[in-house]
Structure formats: structure tokens, C-alpha cells
Nanobody
């Protein structure tokens, strides 16, 4: 199973992007679906995630601007990003977590220009 992330790009500050992530194969037992990001010379950090039950968690820096959503039938997860700032510039990775395995997408670059 592979995760394919898409939707990154270059946008001006204040703009919006929508990221999408889908699994290439059949998956079951997904407990958490989420998005992480890694900026240059920084550690990878959680942006947002959603449990199977629908509980969501956001990094403080994105609360009120980003929204995570999912399509369980398609094993897809999305990240709507609004009011983007240059500090949001990073490679964004989707992550699916089961009881035994962490699956990662290949990353999609988001660049916000000032």
C-alpha cells in the first residue's frame, strides 16, 4: 500500500490550497489519518489528524485556518489550508496509522510567498 499526496504548490500569502491523500491499495484498520509538515532545518511536526471516531487535533499554529476532512469510502484524507503565511512553507506528508504500522506519503511541497 502506498499513499499518494497531491495539491501542493506555490501561493501568495493569504491564499489557499487543498491537499489530498489517497491510498493506492486496499487498507483496513486505519486508526488515525493525518498531515505532518517539515520545513527546512526543522523537525517534522503534526499539522492535523483525525481518529477513526472523528476526533480531530490541530497544531496551535494552524487552528482556525486549516481544516482536515476525510472520505472513508475512498480511504482519503484532505487538508484545506486558508490564510496561508510564509511560515506554512514546508513539505507536507500524509500519514495513516494502524495498530501496527505507520504509512507515509511521499510529501508535497507547499510554498507561500510574501
Amino acid at each position: 500500500v502506498q499513499l499518494q499526496a497531491s495539491g501542493g504548490g506555490v501561493v501568495q500569502a493569504g491564499g489557499s490550497l487543498r491537499l489530498a491523500c489517497a491510498a493506492s491499495g486496499r487498507m483496513s484498520g486505519i486508526r488515525v489519518m493525518g498531515w505532518y509538515r517539515q520545513a527546512p532545518v526543522k523537525q517534522r511536526e503534526l499539522v492535523a489528524d483525525m481518529t477513526f471516531a472523528g476526533s480531530v487535533d490541530y497544531a496551535d499554529s494552524v487552528k482556525g485556518r486549516f481544516t482536515i476532512s476525510r472520505d472513508l469510502a475512498k480511504n482519503a484524507v484532505f487538508l484545506q489550508m486558508n490564510s496561508l503565511t510564509p511560515e506554512d512553507t514546508a513539505v507536507y506528508y500524509c500519514n495513516y496509522r494502524t495498530a501496527t504500522t505507520d504509512y507515509w506519503g511521499q510529501g508535497t511541497q507547499v510554498t507561500v510567498s510574501s
